[in-house]
């Protein structure tokens, strides 16, 4: 401060000058303060250990020098030694420091190692540790040079399936962590993967510092933990300074005298902030605390942050600081690339942050765990609230198929990992304002760990009084009598799941009408308030972006970056096999359509979401970067995706429309329901708000109109209207022509609201093009029998002995016998066309394309994985099956929604591996069709693609293969009746023409593709 600014502020206020005055008091005169000095950088060595055996070879006292490479720390293994895990070594020189403590000591402290650490020092063993997520100290004053050079060496283990030294990947806390790199997963990496320090001490020092803030009175409770290494008891001065964390103003001190005895001991003092400043994201209010403890020669000086909030579940919502707020939010498993769990630059943490709060979260979700603290300071900062999950809380004991010998108390183990799991980040991350919620445990089946979680709610109380504690994400347990959450304060599980839902609605795409109305609340006869911890939807990974960026940092050989070049590979595979330029000029731009095709997805299940009365927060798995799933606004890279923008902001809308139709597609001259909700997160002060409904058809002319008002009733007596409110369901009959319509919501007054347009699609039943006079049908199915007849076409007996003319032959329903299916392929091959309608055509037993007339017959399977979440593209191009109908690029998912199916026949696609969690890539060969027309691709998750409608030449004649859900569909929905017109218009060309004769090696051709 200046001298003429001190001047002016004593003339000010010489008052508010006393407290600024008493802090600049010198202490007890002391020259010794605790020092840091920083052990990271490039220049350490690194050595795999894949047969265990460098204790026995003493790596603690020298490197060898022939296996070792330089690494940076705080880093991961797999960067330098690609798809290793196991036993890895590192070694650091560093320089002795003279210790100006008397009685000083020297402490390492590690901030993380993933996942268990043995340190020596100069070649003496110092101590370990267990658990990837938290710091730890350990004294190594007896060990360390104070002049000279120091060795500090460090053995870690990252787990394998199968044990090392008694311990296996699953017997620990380790999340979703899997390998090699693959989808539904996290990387199995592992290292020093957070800073690494040398602490330079006094005797009697600071370990430790609780805060607990009154976000009513202005107290801070300040638990202190000190230890005193010396064998006396030591009279201190405890200090405490709390600034204004932004501005660095002074507000209040104090002091406490105290005698330590030898070893740990634990201090309290209470302070009060005067004229407080609540926490919150629109005001993320911090306060610093600067702590010291003095001796008679030195100090030792902790800092510390904390901000005054309180957040609870009462009266059927969430409460920040008494108030209700609605969780937007998101699920983020911090996931970067190269380092996994550890960022390429804090700046990478910062973008997620700042993109969360661009976006209009509130809230995040850390699954599974959260190796690297530092993020939580920018959400204390920028006022993101949090739910901290653990390692511990998923996956722990799951072993999938991998089967080995067990500790007879490998249980009592488990469930003392987990327990260490959970305490220890509480103790680590306490002190965040962001957080307010631990997650215990997610998805997590009704075992000795959920028994663990249970009990355990008292002692981690005395961690922390006060935070919200989820127990299970999900409730899969099912044990409803025990409570989904424990408010502040509360020891018990005083949340009944009645009162509350911990729900993962993941579902099936394209959404059905059961589906909205599960998701909209129309199905719910409960009343029951949902929390939404995780639903949603992937879309596929931005490959290109992907690897031009991992080759441009250098890192194209990284675990991460060669998976997505085998995906990338086979994709581009696929691109030319489907001839897929045929819609796309460029793979990117496919990519685009797939992220516009998501987006729109996204808005019609957010949409009923938001129109739900029940649902009290909303946290999808969308996270605003990639890992393996593709479903976030940015890639591994942070590199935006614009295509994505818009849905997410109107998902986090706090005032919108949530329109819906049903159906989405009808016939023009029958009627559609206009669904009419509205959302409004509190914002919109009591009133009646009139309001416009509009229907307009594809020439831009109103077809129906109506006036209704949203009315924002005022608050009476605690009684809280819902976030939601449904203001119409009317059917109303659409004459007009063919096309798309535009169903219309605008506020005429007072406010403003988007999310108020939707289309919808009207068709032209009697437009259907004329179908051939005559059909062969094989095999049974009412349904499509009846519609040929309904439409005037004559169906003929299947003649196995045809030889007279070309013909067009319909398969329905299951295959028929063996005989029949091989006088099928005898006319096919004479000039015959013949069209296998559904996959159970040429299914036999579990062989799915057993019948398939083809040597390599790949396989029907799912395009879409973990109850769709993992989503595949569907496509189509222009081609004559699709005439009349959206084609040319990805189906639009209302036009086609009844008909697009889950299975397709597939040659890359994926099963189940060992862990039970992640997925093996499967290659079933297939004799690629001479014109693919409609197709499913996912490059989220694993590779997966699949054919929905294509042609083969076979001889003289052809096969048209669908896989698409024609046949249970038509005379229901107009989609499922063209294209069943447009396939066997097509079928029909050509029949015409004199049969052919079949070739004299026929049978060799049966036995080529298996039909002897």
């Known amino acids: 401060m200046s001298l003429n600014l001190f001047h002016l502020v004593f003339v000010i206020s010489i008052n508010s000058l006393i407290p600024i005055l008493l802090d600049k008091l010198p202490r007890d005169p002391v020259s010794t303060h605790s020092k840091i000095v920083s052990l990271n950088g490039s220049d350490w060595l690194i050595a795999t250990d894949s047969t265990n055996t460098g204790r026995n070879k003493e790596w603690f006292k020298s490197p060898p020098v022939a296996e070792s490479r330089q690494t940076p720390v705080p880093w991961v293994i797999q960067d330098i030694f690609h798809n290793y895990h196991g036993v890895a070594w590192y070694w650091k020189e560093f320089d002795g420091i003279e210790n100006p403590h008397k009685n000083g000591r020297y402490l390492l402290r590690f901030k993380a190692v993933d996942y268990l650490a043995e340190i020596w020092v100069n070649g003496r063993y110092a101590g370990g540790h267990e658990g990837s997520e938290t710091p730890f100290d350990l004294d190594v004053t007896d060990f360390i040079k104070k002049k000279g050079k120091n060795l500090l060496v460090v053995r870690v283990l990252n787990p394998t399936y199968e044990p090392i030294d008694g311990i296996a990947l699953k017997d620990t806390p380790s999340g979703a962590k899997q390998y090699p790199f693959t989808g539904n997963a996290a990387y199995n990496s592992g290292g020093i993967i957070g800073d690494v320090e040398l602490l330079i001490v006094p005797s009697v020092r600071i370990s430790d510092i609780h805060l607990v803030p009154d976000w009513k009175t202005g107290n801070v409770r300040i638990s202190t933990t000190v230890i005193n290494t010396m064998s006396s008891g030591q009279s201190s001065l405890l200090s405490y300074r709390i600034t204004d964390s932004k501005t660095g103003a002074y507000i209040t001190r104090g002091n406490l005298k105290q005698n330590f005895k030898p070893g740990i001991n634990q201090s309290e003092l209470d302070l009060i902030i005067p004229a407080f ?23 030792d000086e902790s800092s510390q942050r904390f901000g005054f909030r309180d957040f609870r579940f009462e009266n059927g919502y969430f409460r920040l600081n008494g108030k209700r707020i609605f969780l937007k939010g998101t699920n983020f498993s911090t996931h970067y690339p190269v380092g996994f769990t550890v960022p390429l630059s804090e700046e990478m943490l910062r973008t997620d942050v700042i993109n969360m709060k661009s976006l209009g979260f509130n809230f995040v979700r850390i699954p599974f765990g959260c190796p690297n603290a530092r993020i939580l300071d920018i959400y204390d900062e920028l006022g993101i609230m949090v739910q901290q999950e653990h390692f511990g809380c998923w996956q722990i004991g799951d072993y999938g198929e991998y089967k080995f010998p067990r500790a007879a108390n490998n249980e009592e183990l488990l469930v003392k990992r987990f327990e260490n799991s959970l305490r220890d980040v509480i103790i680590r991350d306490r002190n965040h304002p962001s957080i307010v919620m631990w997650g215990v445990l997610n998805e997590n089946a009704d075992n000795a760990i959920f028994r663990k979680a249970v009990s355990m709610l008292p002692d981690m109380r005395l961690l922390d009084p006060a935070r919200l504690f ?35 609605p993941y579902v099936w795409m394209p959404y059905t009408q059961t589906i909205l109305d599960m998701l909209s609340g129309f199905s719910d006869t409960t009343g029951q308030k949902c929390y939404i911890s995780e639903t949603g939807l992937c879309f596929p990974i931005d490959l290109p972006s992907e690897l031009g960026d991992y080759q441009l940092l250098g890192k194209g050989q990284s675990d991460d970056a060669l998976y997505y070049r085998r995906q990338y590979d086979k994709f581009l595979a696929d691109w030319k096999r489907f001839g897929m330029d045929e819609c796309w000029v460029l793979p990117a731009d496919y990519i685009s359509d797939a992220y516009k095709t998501a987006a729109s997805i996204r808005e019609t299940a957010e949409s009923a979401i938001r129109s739900n009365p029940y649902i009290v927060s909303y946290t999808p798995t969308n996270g605003v970067a990639d890992a393996v799933a593709g479903e976030s606004i940015a890639t591994n890279f942070r590199r935006i995706k614009p295509e994505m923008i818009g849905s997410v902001i109107l998902s ?23 669904i009419t909700s509205f959302s409004n997160l509190d914002v919109m002060p009591a009133g009646n708000y009139p309001a416009t409904i509009k229907v307009f058809d594809p020439l831009k002319r109103i077809v129906f109109e109506k006036k209704i008002s949203v009315n924002i009733p005022v608050y009476k007596s605690n009684i809280e209207p819902p976030y939601a409110q449904l203001l119409m369901n009317e059917a109303v009959r659409i004459e007009g022509p063919a096309g798309k319509y535009l169903f219309t919501a605008v506020l005429d007054s007072g406010a403003t609201a988007p999310g108020g347009k939707l289309e919808f699609y009207v068709n032209d039943k009697y437009d259907l093009p004329k179908l051939p006079v005559e059909i062969v049908v094989v095999g049974s199915d009412s349904i499509v029998e009846g519609w040929l007849l309904q439409h005037g076409v004559k169906m003929k007996p299947f003649d196995k002995g045809n030889k007279a003319k070309r013909q067009l032959i319909v398969l329905a329903g299951n295959a028929p016998d063996s005989l029949t299916m091989i006088s099928l392929v005898r006319q096919m091959a004479t ?40 989503r595949a593209d569907r496509w189509a191009k222009n081609h004559p099956f699709f005439s009349g109908m959206p084609s040319g690029g990805m189906m639009d998912y209302k036009y086609f929604r009844n008909i697009i199916s889950k299975t397709a026949l597939s040659q890359e696609f994926t099963v189940v591996a060992k862990s039970g969690y992640t997925y093996d890539e499967v290659n079933s060969p297939l004799d690629h069709p001479s014109e693919t027309v409609c197709g499913a691709t996912r490059i ?23 896989t698409l859900n024609i046949a249970e569909n038509l005379g229901q929905d107009y989609a499922a009746d063209r294209l069943f017109c447009n396939i066997l218009i097509y079928g029909a060309s050509g029949l015409n023409e004199p049969i052919g004769v079949l070739p004299a090696d026929f049978n060799k051709t049966l036995r080529e593709i298996g039909f002897e």
């Open 277 to 299: 400043k609540l926490w919150s994201p629109e005001s993320p209010v911090l306060y610093t605390i600067e702590s010291s403890v003095q001796t008679s020669e030195s100090v």
């Open 470 to 504: 989820v127990l299970n994400s999900g409730r899969y347990d099912k044990v409803k009598e025990i409570g989904s959450m424990s408010n502040p304060g509360s020891s018990t599980w005083n949340i009944p799941e009645n009162a509350l839902r911990d729900w993962h």
């Open 652 to 674: 986090n809308e706090s005032a919108r429309w949530c329109l819906r139709t049903e159906p989405q597609s009808i016939s023009s001259g029958g009627s559609i329901n206009l």
């Open 831 to 870: 000039g015959s066309t013949v069209i296998y309608l559904s996959p159970s055509t040429f299914r036999s037993g579990k062989n799915s394309t057993r019948w398939l007339p083809l040597a390599n017959k790949g396989s029907i399977q799912p395009m879409d994985a973990v109850a769709g979440y993992y």
């Open 940 to 962: 989220s998750h694993n590779y997966c693609s699949g054919i929905h409608l294509g042609v083969w030449n076979f001889g003289k004649g052809r096969f048209i293969v669908n």
